[in-house]
């Protein structure tokens, strides 16, 4: 059991040695439970994504939707792209735009989509730049680490147990 799109089914399909559950890069991808059987009268029962209850903080929802946990149609391209843009640069990570080759990228939503769009030939038949287009691509190259490497959460050190005795030696 887990959220959805963590790799439960590629697990399985790499216990079993063969690719009996379906995966893919969205969630909602297993739709039905279904028993995979492997060697020694073991089986294993692929389910699909579960969820924690109750709902979540706007940030935490975004974050989710980034890792395509959450369905991204459903919270909005354009959006998500903007908390993206938004953690380049908090992380001072703006360089990684490089990758679509623009000269001063802009740092409003808007403008950076336009350019995105631009750079991929992504024109609508006007001649304007589509920028729904351009937000899946932008979505799609951090999925597939084409941004570099972001940790969205904030990392806080794990506390130290209590009892903890350090000896120095
Ligand atoms: N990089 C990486 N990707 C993985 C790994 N396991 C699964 N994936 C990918 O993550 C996506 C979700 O996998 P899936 O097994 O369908 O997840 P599920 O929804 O939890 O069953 C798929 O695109 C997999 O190819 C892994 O160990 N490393
Ligand atoms: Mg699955």
Do not use: F
Request: net charge neutral.
């Amino acid at each position: 059991m887990g959220v959805p799109n963590v790799g439960k089914s590629s697990l399985i399909n790499a216990l079993a040695g063969k690719n009996r559950a379906k995966t893919g890069r969205t969630p909602g991808v297993t739709q039905h439970q279904q028993w995979i059987k492997l060697a020694n009268d073991i089986e294993l029962l692929d389910t699909p994504g579960i969820m924690v209850p109750g709902s979540l903080d706007k940030e935490r929802t975004l974050r989710l939707g980034l890792c395509h946990i959450i369905k991204q149609k459903l919270l909005g391209t354009t959006y998500l792209c903007e908390y993206l843009l938004y953690q380049l640069i908090k992380n001072d990570k703006l360089d990684k735009l490089s990758h679509y080759k623009i000269e001063n990228p802009k740092t409003d939503i808007t403008g950076l989509l336009a350019q995105v769009a631009e750079a991929r030939g992504c024109i609508k038949p006007g001649g304007e730049p589509d920028s729904e287009q351009a937000s899946l691509i932008l979505l799609k190259d951090y999925s597939d680490g084409k941004l570099g490497r972001l940790i969205l959460d904030e990392a806080e050190p794990a506390p130290l147990p209590e009892d903890l005795n350090i000896i120095w030696v």
